[in-house]
């Protein structure tokens, strides 16, 4: 999947699109680290790769994680394709969005959420009416009936703040996911559009996990960029799974695990009351 170039564990290549219009940069970072500063070290020097790929190219490499190839293979290889620009297009107006039970979205969200689910109290999903875009051949036009949940979202329950003479409401975003290897166009608007009005929120605020992107998608919709939180550590065990390692615990060598250093998540925030 990967190969040692860098002498870090990771490898940045450059694929050729499908339309033969344009390259896309990819970057595989093995699951090399056998000790918590050694995935620091790695971590450090792939985020230099990062920005130098930002730099020339004006966008975000795909980072493939060598656990997340192993453990969620499916996800992964339609990750790739999607960034390829391939891939089933779907658009928001074709489909209906209403609220789901926990047991809806958590099903669906640990099938196709990197993180599987999250606390929440809000939850919507969006079902397709009808189906108008391009459908990927290696995804049949059955498998996206009219009916099909096409993309879960999930918010928080509502944190309240005294600012001056007012009590805002403030909620976090914690989870939205589509199918693998659908593009919903619209998709994260419109529910974004649909927990507002429900709730009527004064403040929402969400991450961008950097891992995955850098979180454009959430300036398009309005959202202001207001910090950026630090990096996870995670065990890897043996079956490639990833578990957030807690700092204040002394680990025991352990020669069966490896350690990974993720590259932390841009903080976002959409105020909807005015507020200092």
Known sequence: MYKIGSGYGYESISVKLPSGEGFRQ?????????????????????????????????????????????????????????????????YARNCEIKRIDKATAQA?????????????????????????????????????????????????????????????????WTRYASLPGVRLSGGMGRALKA??????????????????????????LGFSLEGVKEYVTFKIVRDFRRFPHRSDLVEAPDEENLWLCNFGSNKYRLKLTDYQ
């Open 108 to 172: 669906f969200l640990e099938e196709n959420h990197s993180y599987g689910d999250a606390t929440c109290k809000y939850r919507y999903g969006l079902y397709l009416k009808r189906h108008t875009g391009h459908c990927h051949a290696e995804r049949s036009e059955a498998s996206l009936s009219p009916g099909t949940l096409v993309a879960v979202a999930t918010f928080s329950n509502a944190r309240k703040w005294i600012k001056g003479d007012k009590t805002i409401r403030s909620y976090e």
């Open 26 to 90: 990819l970057l595989l970072l093995g699951a090399v680290a056998d000790t918590i500063e050694l995935a620091k070290t790695q971590q450090s020097a792939a985020r230099s790769e990062i920005i130098r790929i930002h730099q020339e190219y004006q966008s975000y490499p795909l980072i493939i994680t060598e656990d997340r190839w192993r453990s969620q293979n499916s996800m992964m290889q339609y990750r790739i394709l999607s960034h390829l620009e391939i891939f089933t297009q779907i």
């Open 195 to 220: 927990f507002i009005k429900d709730v009527q929120p004064d403040d929402i605020m969400t991450y961008a996990d950097l891992e995955w992107s850098e979180g454009k998608v959430y300036e398009q």
